[in-house]
């Protein structure tokens, strides 16, 4: 798998998105301080203007 990139929305959902071996994408969500599988709907998301990529020192701080 590659390096997920890690996006926080508006009001402040932090998911990532994982690319995988066979070239699909997986989500998960970040709830309750653990990371949960999301909907692959959720890629989208991404492309929303008030949603950023967040950098290395961010990710840094978040659980693996």
Do not use: H, Q
Not at 30 to 51: F, K
């Amino acid at each position: 798998m590659g390096s997920p990139v890690v996006y926080r929305t508006g009001p402040g959902m932090i998911f990532r998105v994982t690319e995988t071996d066979e070239g699909g994408l997986k989500v998960d969500v970040l709830r309750n301080g653990a990371w949960e599988p999301g909907r692959i709907g959720m890629v989208g998301l991404r492309l929303a203007p008030s949603t950023r990529a967040l950098g290395a020192s961010a990710i840094r701080d978040l659980p693996v």
